[in-house]
């Protein structure tokens, strides 16, 4: 059996084949790493609004605001009431503000109204 000149992949066919695997290879898990970020940060939004809700639940049922952290999905959360008045006297704008301890950054605001007990 002979073998011809021109059978198999030189060297540098080889190499540069495995540099265009690697580059391929290289973007997949940055891509897969961008989405798992992209994920996390999607289920920090939705612990944030449920952490807001339950605040804005409170005000609305006349349960004095609970300072300090709310925890949601064993994240704790800083959450921050603000009521202003409306030009109806027995209702009040609620902004609440939701963001994980520790952090300034807010990551959900949830606006509403609660009855300020005039009467019915």
Do not use: C, K
């Amino acid at each position: 059996m002979t073998r011809s000149g021109e059978a198999g992949f030189t060297l540098i066919e080889a190499l540069v084949a495995m540099a265009v695997l690697a580059m391929g290879a290289v973007s997949l898990l940055s891509a897969t790493e961008g989405h798992s970020r992209r994920i996390t940060e999607l289920s920090d939004r939705v612990a944030a609004r449920w952490a807001a809700e339950y605040r804005l639940s409170e005000a609305r049922v006349g349960l004095p605001g609970t300072p300090g952290s709310v925890e949601v999905y064993g994240i704790e959360f800083d959450v921050q009431v603000t009521r202003r008045p409306t030009n109806d006297p027995d209702l009040q704008a609620v902004s609440v503000s939701s963001a994980i301890s520790g952090t300034d950054q807010v990551l959900y605001i949830l606006d509403g109204y609660v009855d300020t007990g005039g009467p019915s």
